[in-house]
């Protein structure tokens, strides 16, 4: 992996995956939104949740991630990281989908705990290690682990486990999308201990650019809060809606909390205004989310989700329109 492709921290946004009325991919406005977001400072995540990765074959997975790197590399982001999803029912399938992506061009994977035997595997703790371990001693790439209960059949891994997962040298962080942030307090605290970083600082200073273990909420409504409890970014859905006031509420959090009082007394004002797009953007769902984008950003951006996820209603269009168009106003000022 390229030395300058580590990973940067911050705030990051889990891409859409455009698609047309037919429910193909639209590679085009996929490549369109990668430069859009990227030119906004923020991170680029790749076929997570909101990219309806469970939804792609492996062949659409591994497009997706060649147009988007070739998106970046062709409009001045080179050196950009790029953090793909590669979970998958089975560790064997996940390594695959490891491998893929990393041959398509990713520089970072991030792995959801496979939910499909929750009613068996969600009470034997010892397999879902197993699980984590084997996907990180065979992907050729660093592997981040994404705790996301809502989409692994209830699957909440704790911060014993995580802290565990985190002494593997091929794991480089965890993203959070359980909203606890006490329980990312506990992982940061630990993960940025000495004791820690004795075992896995060199490997760390390899996979990210502060050299630290990846802690990141799942959600921009707990942006400065989370700073203040020693996380080290986030990665957040509503950054495909509004990423310039995400990146200005983190660039005002991090100054606020090194001492400059007038930024901290602009990031609370900003998170004010980001949680309550955040709530927005949760309750409207993947189908809000691309109806946003093509109702206030540009046409074709978002289009149609995959079955079973539904078509979007007259009353989420309504409060998109009402609810967000005051937010919209602000992010185009910027």
């Known amino acids: 992996m390229s030395a300058s492709r580590v990973w940067a921290g911050g705030p990051s946004v889990p891409l859409i995956t455009a698609m047309n009325p037919d429910e193909s991919i639209n ?27 469970s939804h792609l074959s492996h062949e659409e ?15 001045g982001f080179q050196n950009e990281p790029l953090l793909v999803g590669t979970g998958s029912g089975s560790a064997e399938t996940t390594i695959e989908v490891c491998k893929d992506a990393a041959a398509a061009g990713a520089t970072h994977a991030i792995v959801i705990t496979p939910g499909y035997f929750a009613f068996m595997m969600g009470r034997d703790r010892k397999a879902i290690k197993d699980f984590f371990r084997k ?47 006490g329980k990312g307090h506990r992982i940061a605290a630990y993960t940025q201990s000495q004791e820690f970083l004795a075992k896995r600082g060199d490997a760390l200073k390899t996979q990210t650019a502060t050299g630290q ?36 509420l983190w660039d005002a959090s991090v100054a606020g909390l090194k001492g400059d009082s007038q930024a901290l007394a602009e990031a609370l004002k900003l998170q004010d205004r980001v949680a309550e797009a955040d709530w927005t953007i949760v309750k409207a769902g993947i189908p809000g989310t691309k109806y946003f984008l093509d109702h206030y950003v540009e046409k ?32 185009q000022s910027l």
Not at 155 to 175: M, Q
């Open 300 to 331: 074709g951006l978002g289009g149609n989700c995959r079955l079973p996820l539904g078509i979007v209603s007259d009353e989420v269009k309504k409060m998109i329109e009402t609810d967000l168009k005051e937010a919209w106003e602000y992010e």
């Open 135 to 181: 996907v990180f001693d065979n992907s050729p790439i660093p592997v981040m682990i994404y705790n996301f209960p809502g989409a692994a059949a209830g699957i909440d891994l704790n911060s014993d486990e995580i802290n565990e997962l985190a002494d593997h040298p091929n794991c480089f962080g965890v993203k959070l999308t359980c909203a606890m942030i």
């Open 27 to 53: 590679y085009d406005a996929l490549a369109k939104q990668t430069v859009r977001l990227a030119k906004a400072g923020m991170g680029i995540v790749l076929l997570g949740t909101n990219g309806e990765a």
């Open 61 to 75: 997975r591994k497009q997706c991630t060649v147009v988007v790197r070739k998106a970046l590399d062709d409009n």
């Open 213 to 248: 273990f990846q802690v990141l909420p799942g959600f921009s409504e707990s942006t400065l809060p989370a700073l203040v409890s020693r996380h080290t970014g986030c990665i957040t859905g509503t950054g495909n809606a509004f990423p310039k006031t995400i990146r200005k």
